[in-house]
């Protein structure tokens, strides 16, 4: 095991760009989206028989309490770059989430959404999140970009809550739309992957999603996104140029793009190279570090790890681009959760500074106009 994470560290990092500066940039998905509920829910679920303790994103996953941001954003804020600069993570946004309440009253045929501000609303009473989004852009320690106009495959979960005895229908009421992957339909699509499709013609439905997603981002956050990454990792080219059209100039991801299934027996991928552009002149960044406690067993050496994969980073001259999701920083649900995994948070910043005296924190976007030398 240890032989071929070495092995897929070097040939993800031997290739594209190159820099003699210590950089990293910590990228972080799915803020904004539901997953799951609250902890009621999640012991609804599991008195129900519905085995949601066996996905870590139904175990840990919520929206983002008071005590959540403000232990994040402490651990950021205490630790310095070699320019003086806090720890950064660009936290890529979801804008919406499935509106239970008008999708029953269409009998189950319209997807209708909410607002993330109407989502944050509706959870949390004596506090706004999106104050918090604001203080941690305004800080310099958290850059909202997108990820998506939601975090759902519409098509395919609408089927499900149309099959009076589908698993989603039953927890409808309960406004769960992801119970993990034991749950996922027969055929190959993730209930989570918002851009998969078996059929071609949906390519031009997911581009007006996506102009309409990048439109709420920028009347949310004044501000436009100009990265971007799919949710699951899965998205068409044929995007690209939606993308582009609407300023997005940095496509973040893995060291692969995967295709949509489409008619294919087999799934496409396609291999992404640091720098790298596409005919829109549109760059990539690929994560070649990871930063995901909450996904694996506690004996798990996530801080270890993730040191071993900045080095051989900085060792091929390539920055380090950091994957860890909203999940590992949570503890609306478990709270030990939080607790456990922000202190190896601190104990990696603290590493990684300590080791390399000339880091650099940045965002995505600043990585971007780097290697694309805007």
């Keep these: 095991m240890q032989l071929r994470r070495a092995i897929s560290r070097n040939l993800n990092n031997w290739r594209g760009f190159r820099t003699g500066r210590k950089i990293v940039v910590i990228e972080s998905d799915d803020w904004g989206s539901i997953c799951m509920p609250s902890k009621k829910v999640f012991d609804s679920l599991l008195a129900k028989g519905f085995r949601v303790d066996l996905c870590p994103y139904a175990t840990y996953d919520s929206p983002a309490n008071q005590d959540d941001f403000e232990a994040l954003f402490s651990v950021l804020s205490e630790v310095r770059d070699s320019n003086g600069r806090p720890a950064v993570i660009t936290a890529n946004t979801i804008m919406t989430n499935p509106n239970f309440k008008k999708i029953e009253e269409s009998g189950f045929r319209e997807y209708c959404y909410e607002m993330i501000t109407d989502t944050f609303q509706r959870n949390f009473y004596h506090f706004n999140p999106l104050e918090y989004y604001l203080q941690g852009l305004e800080e310099n320690i958290f850059f ?152 694996y067993p506690q004996t798990y050496d996530s801080v270890g790890e993730c040191m071993k994969e900045i080095e051989n980073a900085f060792f091929w001259k390539k920055p380090a681009v950091i994957s860890a999701h909203r999940l590992n920083f949570i503890g609306n649900i478990q709270p030990e959760n939080r607790a456990r995994n922000l202190k190896k948070f601190k104990e990696l910043l603290n590493r990684i500074t300590n080791t390399w005296p000339d880091i650099e924190f940045m965002t995505s976007v600043e990585l971007g106009k780097l290697m694309s030398g805007r």
């Design 144 to 295: 909202p970009q997108y990820h998506g106009r939601e975090h759902i495959n519409i098509k395919e979960w609408m089927k499900q809550l149309r099959d009076t005895d589908s698993a989603y229908r039953q927890v409808f009421k309960e406004g769960v739309s992801w119970l993990g992957s034991k749950y996922n339909p027969p055929g190959g699509i993730n209930l989570r992957a918002t851009y998969d499709t078996y059929d071609a013609e949906d390519i031009n439905s997911q581009k007006s999603e996506l102009k309409e997603g990048l439109e709420l981002f920028r009347n949310i956050f004044k501000l436009k996104s100009e990265s971007f990454i799919a949710p699951n990792f899965i998205l068409h080219p044929d995007l690209y140029s939606t993308l582009h059209e609407n300023g997005v100039h940095y496509i973040q991801g893995m060291k692969y793009l995967i295709m949509p299934k489409l008619a294919a027996k087999k799934r496409g991928m396609q291999k992404r190279i640091q720098g790298q552009k596409n005919r829109f002149g549109q760059v990539d960044l690929v994560r070649n570090c990871e930063f995901e406690p909450s996904q």
